[in-house]
């Protein structure tokens, strides 16, 4: 999956489907711009869901070299990079992730892994610039037909267009550039809880 192009390839591990970075997100619900990431994620997840209710019990993940935070249930795994995208490649990422089914490595994609994640990648603004010279530069005319400009928990952020449980955003810090990319891809009986625990996890995210 190339963020910076219009391209979309599989994840490793047989992954359930191909995430389309640039293009699948939970913004096309008719939200005006400047909405604020709880209300992007309560219109995707449906009105059952809270995203300002973190539980007491979940574990902190701090990046004081980036200068982020989030919180995440104390049974999702901290980790680096688990999905490759075009910047994230190239950046510093940390995630978080729960995997409710790994196939055996012999099982072949018969038998895609199950796994929700976020990934949280950054890159130095003195390599990429700033958010808005970044999107520019490399979406141009296609920027408004591509992201909507939101609120990322107070911060300006663009997220994807699209529909799907996947999600990718870009935001900055004083430093670095972010990109964000959430992804749900488990059985039916597992999805409502991963939707709402994601939802947690991104409404959590501080900048």
């Not at 680096?80 to 072949?108: H, K, L, M, N, Y």
């Not at 990322?152 to 799907?164: D, E, S």
């Not at 749900?184 to 597992?190: C, G, K, L, M």
Request: net charge negative.
């Amino acid at each position: 999956m190339m963020v910076n192009r219009l391209t979309s390839v599989c994840m490793r591990d047989a992954f359930r489907f191909c995430l389309l970075a640039t293009i699948i997100g939970l913004t096309h619900f008719g939200l005006s711009a400047g909405a604020g990431m709880a209300e992007v994620i309560a219109a995707a997840d449906g009105p059952g869901a809270d995203a300002g209710a973190i539980p007491a019990h979940w574990e902190e993940l701090e990046d004081t070299m980036v200068g982020f935070s989030l919180f995440h249930p104390p049974d999702w795994v901290v980790e680096g990079q688990v999905v490759s995208t075009q910047f994230a490649d190239g950046a510093r990422c940390r995630s978080v992730r729960f995997i409710d089914f790994e196939p055996p490595a012999d099982s072949g994609a018969a038998a895609p892994m199950q796994q929700s994640f976020v990934q949280v990648c950054a890159m130095s603004k003195l390599h990429v610039g700033s958010l808005d010279q970044y999107m520019g530069r490399v979406y141009g005319e296609s920027l408004d037909q591509t992201f909507t400009l939101v609120e990322l928990n107070g911060p300006p952020a663009y997220q994807a267009k699209g529909t799907g449980n996947s999600r990718t955003i870009f935001a900055e810090t004083d430093n670095d550039l972010i990109q964000i990319v959430a992804a749900i891809a488990t059985s039916s009986e597992r999805l409502a809880q991963r939707q709402i625990q994601v939802q947690q996890i991104l409404g959590s995210l501080q900048l």
